[in-house]
């Protein structure tokens, strides 16, 4: 099987504590409902078009008392970089959460033309 590649994709990664609320009292640790997180996150380099990002979990550390509910999620990619989404509701607690992050797409190159 033939395959295409871009010669000019690039590959940016890293790994965002996101929130860390179990020493301080934070909301994620003691409320409960719908809560939320934001991280945002700037690439090394810009891309000549938003990547696509994956976002994973790379410390996790939930209370087991109840049950676990969360969402995580890259939002809002942008060439130049996105923020990590952490969503949990009900009665989750949840006290730390870092998470792993890989963008892949284009990278510009020097003949590329703006035009207006």
Partial sequence: MNRLRNPRTGVDQGDTEVFSDFEDGGEM???SGPRERRRAVSFTEAFARPP???VSPSLWDMDTSTEIRAELVA??????GFEIVFRTWADSRAARLRAGWLAIGELPHADDWDVD
Wanted: glycine residues 8%; contains cysteine.
């Fill in 75 to 80: 939002e809002n990619i942008t060439c130049e």
């Fill in 29 to 31: 640790w003691t409320g």
């Fill in 52 to 54: 696509a990002v994956h």
